[in-house]
């Protein structure tokens, strides 16, 4: 009995000390087993059979507890597993080798409440969750409470399921973009997207998030906003989306949908976006528009917009319905592309009423309601390596909304000749009058009409063209002598071909001037010389030692100029006729009026001309610069000019022309000034409304007077800006991070403004009897009420009728993950408001297009 009793007892410790050698003992001789290193201090290794585990497993915890017949390891309190490409930290960690099963949960507290996230790291992305397991046979994962974060936005799901390393299924899930919850500044989003169903597709170019039925929330109250499934993209290349528009009323059109729409990327080099306005009274408006890029090439948009405008109840006489287009082309090539060859195109066709007609409000924000004209160009510019020229073939469209009338230039070409020197140079250093004679030339040739809208591309519009050919050279040459004075010598030859001339008579039945339109070629040339002196002179007035004022210095440039020129009025030249008015006199005209190569001049023209510049700036003290003086400008220019004709038979002086220009307060106050002074007296006729030149010298009369000023204000200029962190020491939280607080809880914060002042006044006499006068002022600024708030508008006076023009007033709220917007126009022909609310990352205006992230625009990538 002892011995068998003693017999088992040995057998039973040789089978205790064999496995705990095995326990021990690295497995070396084990093909493809796994070891887990272990950072405890007793550094235990775990062997896990081949089957669990395909790659190192490493962990780390304060205190490991292993279940051997259980095949269970228990890490505590700090616990971290490291295996492939994920890493779970966590304060508890269970590994069970029979399931193949990590499972990970948050630090509890007293209460069993999760008070530290798990935090799972894979493939470069952080997850948070309370409870994580996941099968290292099937690479699939659950995770509860789960905080995912993707690109500018954040996902937490009850439950998170991931099927591989593309796909995640997630249940009861909510998404928000909301930079304070992304950066876990707030507990709470301020608003989120709710989808009992959501499911995370990642690929190689980005991410996307695909849901069910998703209802918005704001400040977790929900909101109507229901929408059957949604798709966001998650990648910085452009996307399709839905182009959300603003609203609001328009008194002539009613309520409005402006810029509702869809955009649409189109392979790498084009985008397309659709655009539309819709209104309640009738209107609607179509806006198409493709944008194209190729990088270092060119790039451009065309554009078109289609729509009818609907005023008035129909059945009544305040009823009208117009239709109304525009089309548009941009192109523009990059300057790296071909130096020697560039294309552009600048073209915008519209309806005649377009402006007057549009139910598109971003014309009404930006005044382009106020156009008159409107010009459209495309032009092809040639250059040469070794030719000094430069050819320019250019075709022009010009739309008068005023006449009703378009100029039309097809085609036009210009041929440049660089500037060169006539005569070469003996010592290098060009010297006299000779050596530098230079030579400008160049010929133009136009196809020109003038026609009306309904005409264009018609019969009568080829009827009206007219083709005309210029070629004009300048020779010009200067030297200096006596050291301080520069002489000019300069001549201009005008060459010129039409196809149609002009005869001019009257019709005593019709009782009208008749211009009769002649085809036939005929031709002109001029020629005028001139010569001129000029120089510099300089004064300076200097003050007493102490006085503010230091110095004062003027600076004067006069310069005298002799002009002659024949008179190609005569009618030896051809160029000029006369016909016989109503009362029988001669009037004469020339055959060239109304072409498109222009006029020759009339009247002989032998003029001393002259002009006076002066340039006053003085030094004044200043403690504010580092040198103790500062330069200030009284005139930055103030120009005297006038001439005296020897040839003319009447009135030799001309008018007087004065002009001036200078900026006050630091450059900030600008003043441009002009004056116009007629030496001679005005005569009117008793009951005539224009008068006539005298031959009275003496009465410089006012003819004209102009005056410009310009004064932006600011907060910056009167006082620094308010260091508020030194001067309180408590801060806002969350959102009030750009608030500080006194003793008795007042905000405070910096509140920038800017205003920019405008002021015109012209007066025009003339011959007239009566002044013409405009006197305007115009205001345009901005306030920030709140670091959140900000209010800007502009308005126009009239100071003479005493009405205020175009006026607009808006404000903008930034509304943590929204901005508002609004704009209203409270009188005029336009009385509009819109109203728009957009959203700010970039992930979801791109998918629902709050911004337009076309790759037309500078940020927008490609």
């Excluded at 962990?59 to 309190?77: A, G, Q």
């Excluded at 020339?590 to 001393?608: E, H, K, Q, W, Y």
């Excluded at 040198?627 to 400008?633: A, F, P, R, S």
């Amino acid at each position: 009995m002892d011995k068998t009793v003693f017999k088992n007892i040995l057998q039973f410790l040789i089978i205790l000390i064999f496995n705990s050698f095995l326990a021990q003992q690295k497995p070396k001789e084990m093909l493809k087993n796994t070891v887990v290193n272990d950072t405890i201090p007793k550094k235990d290794t775990v062997v896990v059979k081949t089957e669990s585990l395909q790659d190192i497993l490493e962990t780390k915890s304060d205190n490991m507890r292993r279940d051997i017949p259980n095949r269970m390891t228990y890490l505590l309190k700090n616990a971290q597993v490291k295996y492939q490409d994920m890493q779970i930290e966590a304060d508890y960690i269970s590994i069970d080798d029979k399931k193949s099963i990590f499972f990970a949960r948050g630090k509890q507290d007293s209460l069993g409440k999760i008070v530290e996230l798990i935090k799972v790291t894979q493939g470069g992305k952080t997850y948070e969750t309370t409870d994580f397991s996941y099968n290292t046979k099937t690479r699939q994962a659950i995770a509860y409470n789960a905080r995912t974060e993707e690109s500018e936005g954040v996902i937490v799901a009850q439950k998170t399921k991931k099927y591989n390393d593309s796909v995640f299924v997630m249940r009861k899930a909510l998404f928000t973009t909301d930079d304070y919850f992304l950066k876990k500044k707030d507990t709470a989003a301020d608003y989120h997207l709710l989808a009992s169903h959501i499911k995370l597709v990642k690929g190689k170019n980005g991410s996307q998030v695909i849901t069910g039925p998703v209802q918005m929330f704001i400040e977790q109250v929900p909101t109507p906003l229901v929408m059957p499934f949604a798709i966001l993209p998650f990648s910085e290349k452009r996307s399709a989306g839905i182009l959300i528009p603003s609203f609001g009323e328009r008194e002539d059109v009613g309520f409005f949908l402006n810029g509702i729409g869809y955009y649409q990327p189109i392979g790498e080099h084009f985008d397309m976006k659709v655009l539309a306005d819709i209104y309640t009274k009738g209107s609607w408006t179509l806006r198409p528009e493709m944008n194209y890029l190729k990088k270092y090439r060119y790039s451009g948009n065309f554009a078109a917009d289609i729509g009818s405008t609907v005023r008035g109840i129909k059945g009544l006489d305040n009823y009208t319905k117009t239709g109304t287009y525009r089309i548009a082309w941009r192109h523009s090539q990059d300057l790296k592309a071909n130096p020697f060859l560039t294309f552009s195109a600048s073209v915008d066709v519209t309806s005649q009423t377009f402006y007057n007609n549009t139910v598109n409000n971003s014309y009404i924000m930006d005044q382009s309601v106020l156009r008159t004209q409107q010009n459209s160009t495309i032009s092809l510019t040639k250059r040469f390596l070794k030719l000094p020229a430069t050819i320019t073939g250019t075709a022009s469209y010009q739309q008068n909304f005023a006449t009703g009338l378009a100029d039309l230039r097809l085609p036009q070409m210009n041929v440049a000749i660089n500037q060169f020197y006539l005569f070469g140079s003996k010592t290098g250093v060009r010297q006299g009058l000779l050596e530098n004679i230079t030579v400008n030339t160049g010929l133009n040739f136009t196809n020109y009409v003038s026609t009306e809208e309904g005409e264009l591309f018609k019969k009568a519009m080829w009827d009206k063209m007219q083709t005309g050919l210029k070629n004009n050279i300048s020779l010009g040459t200067n030297t200096t002598f006596a050291k301080y004075f520069t002489f000019s010598l300069n001549a201009t030859i005008d060459n010129a071909l039409t196809t149609k001339t002009l005869t001019k008579f009257y019709d005593p039945i019709e009782n009208v001037v008749v211009d009769k339109v002649n085809k036939k070629i005929a031709g002109y040339s001029t020629f005028s010389t001139s010569a001129s002196l000029q120089t510099m002179l300089y004064g300076m007035l200097k003050f007493k030692k102490g006085s503010a004022v230091e110095a004062i210095r003027h600076m004067v440039t006069p310069s005298v100029s002799f002009t002659y020129a024949p008179d190609f009025g005569e009618m030896k030249y051809g160029y000029f006729k006369n016909y016989s008015d109503a009362n029988g006199a001669l009037t004469p005209y020339s055959i060239f009026d109304g072409g498109n190569i222009g006029r020759p001049t009339s009247g002989m023209v032998g003029a001393l001309g002259f002009n006076i510049g002066n340039n006053i700036e003085m030094k004044v003290k200043s403690k504010s610069d580092s040198t103790g003086v500062k330069k200030m400008k009284i005139f930055e220019s103030l120009n005297i000019s006038g001439n005296y004709n020897f040839a003319a038979d009447s009135h030799p002086w001309s008018v007087i022309s004065i002009s001036g220009q200078s900026s006050f307060f630091d450059n900030k106050l600008s003043v441009n000034t002009s004056l116009m002074l007629d030496p001679y007296k005005t005569v009117f006729a008793p009951g005539e409304e224009i008068g006539v030149r005298s031959e009275e010298f003496g009465a410089f009369s006012l003819q004209g007077f102009n005056v410009q000023l310009s004064y932006p204000l600011s907060s910056e200029l009167f006082g620094e800006k308010t260091d508020y962190s030194k001067k309180y020491s408590t801060k806002g939280e969350i959102r009030n991070e750009n608030y500080y607080f006194d003793n008795d809880n007042y905000a405070h914060f910096d509140q920038a403004w800017t205003l920019n002042i405008n002021a015109n006044y012209a007066y025009s006499k003339s011959l007239s009897r009566t002044a013409n006068k405009i006197a305007s002022i115009g205001l345009d600024g901005s306030v920030k009420l709140t670091p959140y708030w900000n209010i800007n508008g502009s308005t126009h006076y009239d100071m003479v009728t005493k009405d205020l023009a175009y006026t607009r007033i808006g404000f903008s709220r930034d509304q943590r993950s929204f901005t508002i917007n609004f704009n209203w126009v409270p009188f005029g022909q336009y009385k509009v408001y819109d109203f728009f609310i957009g959203i700010k990352a970039n992930i979801l205006s791109d998918a629902l297009k709050y911004k337009d992230r076309s790759f037309t625009q500078p940020n927008a990538p490609f």
